[in-house]
Structures are given as structure tokens and as C-alpha cells.
């Protein structure tokens, strides 16, 4: 049977990269929702993937880069990233970027 809820005692938190910790909070098949948690100057390195991207910035600062162009984003700002487009972001502060992704990324499971 399907969950529909997510509850932060149930969080499993993954080591992505130095810094930079991941937790699947919701998914189904057709779209997922990620928290990434960096600490101040943890990398999330430049990569691309098929499926499209939109992120909050939860707490914290980032230098953020899609395809090519790097903007500084704040609390309450976020995100669009289209399917293939090269991005990554720098933690300038503790922060926690929450992602959703269409379709899920499998990957991640």
C-alpha cells in the first residue's frame, strides 16, 4: 500500500559529496521531492540529468549556475532547471536546497 505521508522520524540522509547530505522526503513515479543539506562551502558539482528541476533555497545562501550563468540566490528564492541543462551550486552558508524532480530520479532510490 502507497504511503502519502513523510514524517522527518522516517528521513534517511545520504552522503552525496563532502558537505553535502541528501534525503528522498516523497515520491512516486512521476515526480519526487528531495532536501539536500550543504555546509558552508560544500559543492554541489555541475552535472545534467533528463529530468526537469525546480529548487527552493530552504535556509541558507548559494551561488547557483544553470547553463552557464551563476546568480546568488537567498532563503525563499529557488529555481528552474530544464531536462539536460548543466547546473550546480556552491553553499556559501550552511543551507538546504529543497528539490523536486519530474519524472523521479531512480537514481536516487
Not at 560544500?42 to 529530468?51: C, D, K, L, R
Not at 532547471?81 to 532510490?109: M, S, W
Amino acid at each position: 500500500m502507497m504511503s502519502f505521508f513523510s514524517l522527518p522520524e522516517d528521513t534517511v540522509w545520504t552522503e552525496v559529496a563532502p558537505g553535502n547530505r541528501r534525503a528522498v522526503l516523497s515520491q512516486r513515479p512521476e515526480m519526487m521531492l528531495v532536501a539536500f543539506r550543504f555546509e558552508e562551502g560544500a559543492v554541489g558539482a555541475p552535472h545534467s540529468h533528463p529530468h526537469t528541476q525546480v529548487s527552493y533555497v530552504a535556509e541558507g545562501a548559494f551561488d547557483v549556475t544553470v547553463d552557464g550563468k551563476t546568480t546568488r540566490l537567498e532563503q525563499g528564492s529557488s529555481f528552474i532547471v530544464a531536462p539536460n541543462l548543466v547546473h550546480g551550486v556552491v553553499a556559501l552558508a550552511p543551507g538546504l536546497l529543497i528539490d523536486t524532480f519530474t519524472p523521479r530520479r531512480d537514481d536516487f532510490l
